[in-house]
C-alpha cells in the first residue's frame, strides 16, 4: 500500500473518533510511552497536535516531558522551502498556527 493511501485511510478512520475517544487513546499512548526505557535523555523532539484533524492529544506527554526537567523540540513548517526548522518549546513558547 502507497503511503498516500494509508495516509487517507487513517485520516478516514480518525474522522470516526468521539472526543472521548481520543482522550482515552492519548492516554493509553502515555500510559505505554512511560514503559519505555527513554526517560533517561535529556532532549525530545514532539509534534504538537493538529486538533482539526483528530490528532491524539500529545500535550499529556510534552507536559510529563516538562515536569521531568527535559528539554523539547518542536518543528515548524516552512511551506515556501518544503523544510522544517527545530525550535526548543517550552510553557511559555507562542505558537501561531500555520
Do not use: C, P
Amino acid at each position: 500500500m502507497k503511503k498516500s493511501d494509508l495516509r487517507k485511510k487513517y485520516a478516514g478512520l480518525r474522522k470516526k473518533l468521539s472526543s472521548s475517544d481520543i482522550k482515552k487513546l492519548s492516554q493509553d499512548i502515555f500510559n505505554n510511552s512511560e514503559k519505555l526505557n527513554i526517560w533517561d535523555k535529556e532532549n525530545f523532539h514532539a509534534f504538537l497536535t493538529i486538533k482539526s484533524k483528530k490528532e491524539i492529544d500529545t500535550s499529556i506527554i510534552v507536559n510529563s516531558l516538562w515536569d521531568k526537567e527535559k528539554n523539547v523540540f518542536v518543528s515548524k513548517s516552512n511551506f515556501d522551502t518544503n523544510t522544517l526548522e527545530n525550535y526548543k518549546y517550552s510553557k511559555s513558547t507562542k505558537l501561531k498556527v500555520n
